[in-house]
Protein backbone atom coordinates (compact mmCIF):
# COMPACT_ATOMS: atom_id res chain seq x y z
CA UNK A 1 0.00 0.00 0.00
CA UNK A 2 1.44 3.11 -0.91
CA UNK A 3 1.54 5.96 2.01
CA UNK A 4 1.08 9.73 2.13
CA UNK A 5 4.44 11.55 3.93
CA UNK A 6 4.12 15.59 4.73
CA UNK A 7 7.82 17.37 4.77
CA UNK A 8 7.68 20.55 6.32
CA UNK A 9 10.13 23.23 8.18
CA UNK A 10 8.61 22.24 11.87
CA UNK A 11 6.68 19.23 13.10
CA UNK A 12 3.07 19.17 14.07
CA UNK A 13 4.73 19.04 17.67
CA UNK A 14 7.47 20.93 19.12
CA UNK A 15 9.75 19.42 21.98
CA UNK A 16 10.35 21.71 24.94
CA UNK A 17 12.13 21.20 27.99
CA UNK A 18 10.43 21.28 31.08
CA UNK A 19 13.27 21.04 33.93
CA UNK A 20 15.28 18.33 32.43
CA UNK A 21 12.29 16.15 30.83
CA UNK A 22 11.66 16.53 26.97
CA UNK A 23 7.98 17.38 26.22
CA UNK A 24 6.55 16.99 23.05
CA UNK A 25 3.30 19.40 22.81
CA UNK A 26 1.08 19.55 19.65
CA UNK A 27 0.93 22.45 17.51
CA UNK A 28 -2.35 24.42 17.07
CA UNK A 29 -1.44 26.23 13.20
CA UNK A 30 -2.95 25.57 10.20
CA UNK A 31 -1.02 23.20 8.47
CA UNK A 32 -0.36 21.12 12.04
CA UNK A 33 -3.85 20.84 12.27
CA UNK A 34 -5.03 20.37 8.71
CA UNK A 35 -3.20 17.42 7.77
CA UNK A 36 -2.59 16.05 10.93
CA UNK A 37 -5.12 13.09 10.08
CA UNK A 38 -3.88 12.83 6.43
CA UNK A 39 -0.16 11.15 7.07
CA UNK A 40 -1.71 8.81 9.80
CA UNK A 41 -4.84 8.03 7.88
CA UNK A 42 -2.26 6.54 5.08
CA UNK A 43 0.65 5.04 7.27
CA UNK A 44 3.21 7.47 6.20
CA UNK A 45 5.37 10.47 8.56
CA UNK A 46 5.39 13.54 8.83
CA UNK A 47 9.42 15.02 8.44
CA UNK A 48 10.00 17.63 9.90
CA UNK A 49 12.61 20.14 12.68
CA UNK A 50 11.31 19.48 16.17
CA UNK A 51 11.83 22.87 16.98
CA UNK A 52 14.88 22.86 19.35
CA UNK A 53 18.07 23.28 18.14
CA UNK A 54 20.67 20.50 18.31
CA UNK A 55 23.27 22.26 20.28
CA UNK A 56 21.61 22.21 23.60
CA UNK A 57 20.82 18.25 22.93
CA UNK A 58 23.20 15.80 24.15
CA UNK A 59 23.01 12.40 21.95
CA UNK A 60 21.13 10.85 24.50
CA UNK A 61 18.42 13.65 24.90
CA UNK A 62 18.60 13.23 20.43
CA UNK A 63 17.65 9.50 21.12
CA UNK A 64 15.26 10.04 23.30
CA UNK A 65 13.60 12.79 21.09
CA UNK A 66 13.68 10.32 18.16
CA UNK A 67 11.45 7.51 20.39
CA UNK A 68 9.23 10.03 20.93
CA UNK A 69 8.53 10.89 17.60
CA UNK A 70 7.75 7.02 17.26
CA UNK A 71 4.17 6.74 18.33
CA UNK A 72 3.40 10.17 16.36
CA UNK A 73 4.78 8.34 13.02
CA UNK A 74 7.16 11.80 13.36
CA UNK A 75 10.94 11.58 12.25
CA UNK A 76 12.96 14.32 13.22
CA UNK A 77 15.39 16.52 11.20
CA UNK A 78 17.89 17.81 13.53
CA UNK A 79 19.32 21.19 13.47
CA UNK A 80 22.54 23.30 14.77
CA UNK A 81 21.50 27.37 15.61
CA UNK A 82 23.71 27.99 13.10
CA UNK A 83 21.86 25.61 10.60
CA UNK A 84 18.97 27.65 11.46
CA UNK A 85 20.05 31.05 11.43
CA UNK A 86 22.07 30.77 8.27
CA UNK A 87 19.02 28.20 6.51
CA UNK A 88 16.22 29.70 8.16
CA UNK A 89 15.91 33.02 9.37
CA UNK A 90 18.99 33.62 6.63
CA UNK A 91 18.11 32.15 3.36
CA UNK A 92 14.65 31.34 3.80
CA UNK A 93 13.22 34.94 5.87
CA UNK A 94 16.15 37.31 4.43
CA UNK A 95 15.92 36.56 0.86
CA UNK A 96 12.98 33.96 -0.11
CA UNK A 97 10.66 35.61 1.57
CA UNK A 98 11.08 39.19 0.48
CA UNK A 99 12.28 37.92 -3.26
CA UNK A 100 8.70 36.29 -3.25
CA UNK A 101 7.16 39.05 -1.84
CA UNK A 102 8.49 41.61 -4.59
CA UNK A 103 10.63 43.43 -2.10
CA UNK A 104 14.11 42.78 -3.71
CA UNK A 105 15.54 45.37 -1.48
CA UNK A 106 15.30 43.86 1.64
CA UNK A 107 16.92 41.02 0.08
CA UNK A 108 20.51 39.97 2.01
CA UNK A 109 22.93 38.31 -0.17
CA UNK A 110 24.89 36.39 1.64
CA UNK A 111 26.68 32.86 0.34
CA UNK A 112 26.77 31.52 3.42
CA UNK A 113 22.94 31.12 3.90
CA UNK A 114 22.44 29.71 0.21
CA UNK A 115 25.04 26.96 0.90
CA UNK A 116 23.44 25.99 4.79
CA UNK A 117 19.97 26.14 2.69
CA UNK A 118 21.03 23.34 0.18
CA UNK A 119 22.76 21.56 3.30
CA UNK A 120 19.47 21.65 5.11
CA UNK A 121 17.22 20.62 2.01
CA UNK A 122 19.46 18.22 1.80
CA UNK A 123 18.92 17.13 5.37
CA UNK A 124 15.41 17.14 4.69
CA UNK A 125 15.53 14.80 1.74
CA UNK A 126 17.86 12.31 3.04
CA UNK A 127 16.03 11.83 6.49
CA UNK A 128 12.50 11.64 4.01
CA UNK A 129 14.32 8.76 1.94
CA UNK A 130 14.89 7.24 4.87
CA UNK A 131 11.11 6.16 4.62
CA UNK A 132 10.28 6.21 1.10
CA UNK A 133 8.83 3.11 -1.27
CA UNK A 134 7.90 3.48 -4.61
CA UNK A 135 4.97 4.38 -4.94
CA UNK A 136 4.93 6.49 -2.20
CA UNK A 137 3.33 10.46 -2.02
CA UNK A 138 5.09 13.16 -0.75
CA UNK A 139 3.51 16.39 0.18
CA UNK A 140 6.30 19.36 0.64
CA UNK A 141 5.56 22.04 2.39
CA UNK A 142 6.36 25.58 1.80
CA UNK A 143 9.72 27.67 0.42
CA UNK A 144 11.81 26.33 2.94
CA UNK A 145 12.06 23.28 1.19
CA UNK A 146 11.84 24.53 -2.07
CA UNK A 147 15.13 22.12 -3.26
CA UNK A 148 13.86 19.09 -1.37
CA UNK A 149 11.64 17.58 -4.27
CA UNK A 150 14.18 17.31 -7.06
CA UNK A 151 16.66 15.93 -4.53
CA UNK A 152 14.14 13.24 -3.48
CA UNK A 153 13.21 12.54 -7.43
CA UNK A 154 16.93 11.88 -8.05
CA UNK A 155 17.28 9.09 -6.10
CA UNK A 156 13.55 8.07 -6.04
CA UNK A 157 11.87 8.51 -9.51
CA UNK A 158 8.70 5.86 -8.79
CA UNK A 159 7.53 8.61 -5.89
CA UNK A 160 5.01 11.21 -6.62
CA UNK A 161 5.73 14.90 -4.70
CA UNK A 162 3.01 17.28 -4.53
CA UNK A 163 4.74 20.71 -3.30
CA UNK A 164 2.22 23.70 -1.85
CA UNK A 165 3.75 26.80 -1.89
CA UNK A 166 2.48 29.16 0.98
CA UNK A 167 3.30 32.70 -0.32
CA UNK A 168 0.20 34.38 -2.28
Known sequence: MSKIHIVSNRLPLSIER???DLVL???VGGLATGMRSIYKEYGGKWIGW???DSDDLT???VEEIDEKLVD???LAVHLTKEEINLYYEGFSNNVIWPLFHYFSQFI???WEYWEAYKKV???FADKTLETLNDGDTI???DYQLLLVPEMIKAKKPGVTIGFFLHIP
Open 121 to 123: NQK
Open 59 to 61: AKN
Open 108 to 110: EYN
Open 72 to 74: ENC
Open 139 to 141: WIH
Open 50 to 52: PGI
Open 25 to 27: TPS
Open 18 to 20: NDE
